[in-house]
T-cell receptor, first 113, second 114 residues
Framework: DSGVTQTPKHLITATGQRVTLRCSPR?????VYWYQQSLDQGLQFLIQ???????AKGNILERFSAQQFPDLHSELNLSSLELGDSALYFC????????????FGPGTRLTVL | GENVEQHPSTLSVQEGDSAVIKCTYS??????FPWYKQELGKRPQLIID?????GEKKDQRIAVTLNKTAKHFSLHITETQPEDSAVYFC?????????????FGQGTILTVHP
């Protein structure tokens, strides 16, 4: 167990819908990263937050957004869902120290029908 | 931005043999190179990492080497066991203002046959 939690574990929804994925980082970690893992694209960085502020953005679609709350949990919002959004979504957290290691949560498997 | 290439995409070995997976990166500012192991449906788990000021690091049967000049790094697994079968990802963390985001290679499916 990495100490990072994600809910829900599985999510099945229809095209055009909107979903919210939730992540709680390890205790004390201020940084949260979101990654998308699909069969044909591998692990792709989406977005990073640090202590409530957006710090880095990857190839995140405009239909996707995220935020980090004062208690440091983060939510990834996916809207106008398409079949191609079906993937595993991982969040990871990193400590404040110089150690670069990122600890991954168990992921949320999103299936868009 | 950073680009990480990983080879081979699949690797099949006999138990007890060694396995080598290679990655190249494009951003010379990258300063941190982790390797993750991912079992089917599970989270990626860090197995070893190396920083740009070190050329080699070893942890029991696993070792990583880094050649900064050539911008490539490799994972070496010796005395492979069936439980080493998984997908392995290399990654690079660009330095400067990247704030730790990781760029991953495409992954290598390692199969160790008993």
């Amino acid at each position: 167990d990495s100490g990072v939690t994600q809910t829900p574990k599985h999510l099945i929804t229809a095209t055009g819908q909107r979903v919210t994925l939730r992540c709680s980082p390890r205790s004390g970690d201020l940084s949260v990263y979101w990654y998308q893992q699909s069969l044909d694209q591998g692990l792709q960085f989406l977005i990073q937050y640090y202590n409530g502020e957006e710090r880095a953005k990857g190839n995140i679609l405009e239909r996707f957004s995220a935020q980090q709350f004062p208690d440091l949990h983060s939510e990834l919002n996916l809207s106008s869902l398409e079949l191609g959004d079906s993937a595993l979504y991982f969040c990871a957290s990193k400590s404040l120290t110089g150690d670069n290691e990122q600890f991954f949560g168990p992921g949320t498997r999103l299936t868009v029908l | 931005g950073e680009n990480v290439e990983q080879h081979p995409s699949t690797l099949s070995v006999q138990e007890g043999d060694s396995a080598v997976i290679k990655c190249t990166y494009s951003d010379s500012a990258s300063n941190y190179f982790p390797w993750y192991k991912q079992e089917l449906g599970k989270r990626p788990q860090l197995i070893i990492d190396i920083r740009s000021n070190v050329g080699e690091k070893k942890d029991q049967r696993i070792a990583v080497t880094l050649n900064k000049t050539a911008k490539h790094f490799s994972l070496h697994i010796t005395e492979t066991q069936p439980e080493d079968s998984a997908v392995y990802f290399c990654a690079a963390n660009a330095g400067g203002t990247s704030y730790g985001k990781l760029t991953f290679g495409q992954g290598t499916i390692l199969t160790v046959h008993p």
